[in-house]
């Protein structure tokens, strides 16, 4: 079981990756904010995040760039979830410090194993 923060502004998506997650055995922590994210996952270290790109304020590339770069939160793996599925915003989200990117909606298989790969489960 692992702890994942999930930094996603849609109730909706938010509802469905929970539950998705929690069937799983994982633990989950949201944030509707980017901002509000990036504080939590310093105050909580999860063990993954799972970053939505369309969010209100700050965007999930700048969101992930900051905690990729934060010397507290470097360590912890970034998973772009987002419907946004051109292959340039998924080259930029890895340049800016994710571990992967999947396009929503994820398929339920697929989105546990990468997130047990990046946690080494």
């Known amino acids: 079981m692992a702890r994942i923060l999930l930094i996603e502004d849609s109730p909706t998506d938010t509802a469905v990756l929970t539950q998705l997650l929690e069937r799983n055995g994982h633990q989950v922590l949201a944030s509707g904010s980017?901002?509000?994210?990036?504080?939590?996952?310093?105050?909580e270290m999860p063990d993954l995040v799972l970053m939505d790109l369309v969010?209100?304020?700050m965007n999930g590339f700048q969101?992930?760039?900051?905690?990729?770069?934060?010397a507290v939160t470097s360590a912890i793996p970034?998973?772009?979830?987002s419907t946004k599925g051109m292959e340039t915003d998924r080259a930029w989200g890895l340049r800016q410090g994710a571990k992967d990117y999947?396009?929503?909606p994820p398929r339920e298989d697929?989105?546990?194993a990468r997130i047990n790969e990046l946690i080494g489960a």
């Not at 980017?34 to 105050?43: F, K, Q, S, Y």
């Not at 969101?63 to 934060?70: I, P």
């Open 78 to 81: 970034v998973l772009i979830v």
């Open 55 to 57: 969010l209100p304020g």
């Open 102 to 104: 999947i396009v929503k």
């Open 110 to 112: 697929a989105l546990i």
């Open 34 to 43: 980017a901002e509000d994210g990036i504080e939590m996952c310093r105050r």
């Open 63 to 70: 969101a992930t760039r900051a905690l990729s770069k934060d």
